[in-house]
Every structure is written in structure tokens, then in C-alpha cells.
């Protein structure tokens, strides 16, 4: 269901990534990114496991781009499972030094936890990677907010910042800061906040992904077989737009 390796995001720029295992496709539907700020060469960059228990991204001329920022003198490994979260972990117990999911970029993943120490942050454009100015967190309210963070001002713009937290539906007297998108379609928060898909109940390929545009969209990567021929086509179902 997903791969994960060097990834072109450029005319020679390269990023570490995950995305979803596709047939047939030109572009990779990427859902995780370690350097999506600094991309790095085509040639001789390398993701390095080291015996520190440290994962390092070299470029090029050997400088680290990306580290997980780890420590171990056990025996580690570094896995990519089935529901694209890429761990690092002792082959000894289960203690995990580092994992993707505690690090998103701007896609959520389904059973992949929104706490109050991640967000999504949109990229730049549909081509630009760069980290962009809109974000989906939670707020020192215990709520979860879209917020436009750009160089010059910052502001939340959903829910409505001029109503209540009562006004809205949300809960802020919820202090876990916890939301999770299942398999089945179904979004909830602590703060009350749930979306449910059109499609609720059938177990897909989904995502959710904070959009270049500030819309937070869901996603559902669709298998389509027509005889031997198989090809991929994307539904688009919107959770909240920009009013």
C-alpha cells in the first residue's frame, strides 16, 4: 500500500518520502516528507542508518539535511508498515525512538493521531513542497483551528473567530488535544468535532490533507479494475472550505 524512498520533486531535487504504492502512475500521491524544505541533489544523497541509533540525510557534499534526532546503543530497525508510518525502533521490546506519524507534513493518515504537539502545514503550491502558510492544529483553547500563519500576520479563519467556542459545537474543556481519522471515514476530536464521509463505512485508501489553498480536503485513493487493466482514479470529498 505505500513505498518510501527518494522521490523527485524538481528539475534535480530529490526528497525522502512516503507515498502510496500506485500502478501506472506518473506522480506519486506523497504523504509524509523529511526534507520537504531542503531538497537535496539526485546524485550521491543518502538516507543513513547509523549505529548511534541516529537516521541522517546526507546530501550530496556529505552535510545532514534531515535527522530523526535519535539515540540507541541497542540493536535498531527502521520499518515502513502497513499504514504508511515509518518507525524506527529496538529489535529489543517495543521501544519506539521515532516514527512518522509523530511528524506530519500535510496529510493525516487513517489510525494516525492530531495531538497537540502536531499540525498540518500546507505546501506552497500543487508543485512547490515548501512548507506554506496554512495550518490545521489544535489552539491553546483545546480547539481545533484552521489558521492562516504567513510572514505577516497571523489569524484563524474556521471556525468563525468572531462566535463562541459554545456557538460552534466544539468543547474546550477537553484538554487531551486528540483527533483521528479511521478507515472507515470517520473524524473525531476532542474538542467534538467529527466529520463522517460519504462514503462512511467502506474501508479505503484515505487521507486527509491540508490543501496549498487553505482547504482542508479529504481524500480517497479508488482502485478501479477494468479487465486486466488497472488504473487509479481519485475522489475528492471536502471537510471544510474557506467561507
Known amino acids: 500500500m505505500f513505498s518510501a524512498g527518494f522521490t523527485a520533486i524538481g528539475e534535480n531535487a530529490y526528497s525522502f518520502a512516503i507515498w502510496f504504492t500506485e500502478q501506472n502512475s506518473v506522480n506519486n500521491t506523497i504523504v509524509w516528507m523529511a526534507n520537504r524544505d531542503q531538497p537535496v541533489n539526485g546524485k550521491r544523497s543518502k538516507l543513513t542508518l547509523l549505529n548511534t541509533g541516529n537516521i541522517v540525510l546526507f546530501d550530496v557534499s556529505l552535510n545532514n539535511v534531515w535527522s530523526s534526532n535519535t539515540a540507541s546503543l541497542e540493536p535498531i530497525e527502521l520499518h515502513l508498515k502497513d499504514d504508511g508510518n515509518l518507525v524506527l525502533r529496538e529489535l529489543q521490546g517495543t521501544n519506539i525512538l521515532w516514527q512518522s506519524f509523530d511528524s506530519p507534513t500535510d496529510t493525516l493518515l487513517p489510525g494516525q493521531p492530531l495531538t497537540r504537539y502536531t499540525e498540518l502545514v500546507a505546501s506552497r503550491s500543487e508543485s512547490n513542497y515548501s512548507t506554506g502558510f496554512y495550518k490545521f492544529s489544535f489552539d491553546d483553547s483545546n480547539v481545533l483551528v484552521l489558521r492562516y500563519d504567513g510572514p505577516d500576520i497571523s489569524s484563524s479563519y474556521w471556525p468563525k473567530p468572531w462566535l463562541l467556542i459554545s ?38 485508501q484515505r487521507r486527509m490533507k491540508m490543501d496549498p489553498d487553505g482547504n482542508l480536503m479529504g481524500f480517497v485513493e479508488i482502485i478501479v479494475h477494468v479487465d486486466i487493466i488497472l488504473s487509479m482514479e481519485e475522489s475528492v470529498l471536502v471537510f471544510q472550505g474557506i467561507e
Do not use: E, P
Open 167 to 204: 456557538q460552534t459545537g466544539r468543547a474546550s474543556f477537553n484538554g487531551s488535544r486528540i483527533a483521528i481519522l479511521d478507515y472507515f471515514g470517520n473524524f473525531l476530536s476532542s474538542d467534538n468535532l467529527t466529520f463522517i464521509t460519504s462514503d462512511y463505512g467502506t474501508v479505503l
